[in-house]
């Protein structure tokens, strides 16, 4: 990769990032009366949109940057397990939409991508959600335990499909202001 297409990429993950933190400052709030702790942001979108540009690898370094910005500003009152669970949840989402949208570029390829991220990402804050609460709010396991089918899981649906129904809405037009051809097949890469 040649200096000016490390610089590009460099920008562009930082643009993405600073969308992330930026929506989830202007965008959040509580979907479940039953845990107002869990709200709904849009602010894995850029980061959705950067790991269908960038493969999972470049997912996960924008996870990471806007895991941590958003963790040292918008949520600082979450701390460092706010960061983790934020890490882990959309790090899972991008690992196995960006693998599957990097080997079927299409339409077809994204919709997969998206369903079964959203689908890893769930099971993932119900793990993550049993381990980490208890410690995080101090409830009793057994309370989030309960909480796991009529609030956790549901929530993450939700937030997840309607992140990714945006970013599959957007896709194509951010594509192309970051000169990517959006869902079309990429072509094979040529070895010199």
């Known amino acids: 990769m040649t200096q000016k297409r490390k610089t590009r990429f460099l920008v562009q993950i930082a643009v993405l990032a600073a969308m992330s933190v930026l929506l989830v400052y202007f965008i959040h709030f509580p979907i479940f009366p039953a845990a107002p702790f869990l709200e709904y942001d849009p602010?894995?979108?850029p980061i959705f949109i950067g790991t269908f540009l960038f493969g999972p690898l470049g997912g996960l370094i924008i996870t990471a940057v806007a895991c941590i910005l958003q963790g040292l500003t918008v949520s600082s009152s979450s701390g460092i397990i706010g960061?983790?669970?934020?890490?882990?949840?959309t790090g899972s989402f991008v690992v196995v939409a960006g693998l599957i949208y990097g080997r079927m570029h299409t339409r077809k390829g994204a919709v997969i991508a998206l369903v079964c991220g959203v689908l890893t990402m769930t099971v993932v804050m119900v793990l993550w959600n049993v381990i980490m609460t208890p410690i995080f709010m101090g409830t009793p396991r057994e309370?989030?335990?309960a909480m796991i089918i009529p609030?956790?899981?549901p929530f993450n649906l939700i937030k997840g499909s309607v992140n990714g129904l945006v970013t599959f809405v957007v896709y194509k037009s951010v594509s192309r202001a970051f000169g990517d051809n959006g869902f079309k097949k990429r072509p094979a890469k040529v070895e010199a």
């Open 151 to 153: 609030v956790i899981i």
């Open 143 to 145: 309370a989030v335990m």
């Open 83 to 89: 960061i983790m669970m934020h890490f882990f949840a």
């Open 43 to 45: 602010a894995d979108i």
